[in-house]
């Protein structure tokens, strides 16, 4: 069994940088993402790390300003969010899939979830 927790979300200005944390628990043999939900619109895929961190991967929207990294001895998974935008407000979320490979932007390979943590950035 995988546990979640995140931590890090608050308020930002346009331009600033957060540091989002994922605290992990069982998660070593899984991939882990981040999600995000803005109000009023589906969930979608921001960045995703494999097991080893040997690979990772952006959704466009983020690709140069975020940058996810794991600690596999710590149990946690980051996103350094950089050059913050009003359109990256949401509700961030980590996740937890045995798989790799271009089914990782789907949200239904994952079988954890944590309970999220709110971003709000202002212009």
């Known amino acids: 069994q995988v546990h979640l927790a995140e931590s890090g979300g608050g308020l930002a200005q346009a331009g600033d940088s957060l540091r989002l944390s994922c605290a992990a628990s069982?998660?070593?043999?899984?991939?882990v993402a981040w999600f995000r939900q803005a109000p009023g619109k589906e969930r979608e895929f921001v960045a995703a790390v494999n097991r080893d961190e040997t690979d990772t991967t952006y959704a466009d929207s983020v690709r140069g300003r975020f940058t996810i990294s794991r600690d596999n001895a710590k149990n946690s998974v980051d996103l350094e969010m950089d050059s913050l935008k009003a359109e990256d407000t949401g509700v961030y979320y980590c996740?937890?899939?045995?798989?790799?490979?271009?089914?990782?932007?789907?949200?239904?390979?994952?079988?954890?979830w944590g309970q999220g943590t709110q971003v709000t950035v202002s212009s």
């Open positions: 996740a937890a899939t045995i798989y790799w490979g271009a089914v990782v932007f789907r949200e239904d390979v994952y079988s954890f």
């Open positions: 069982g998660f070593n043999d899984y991939s």
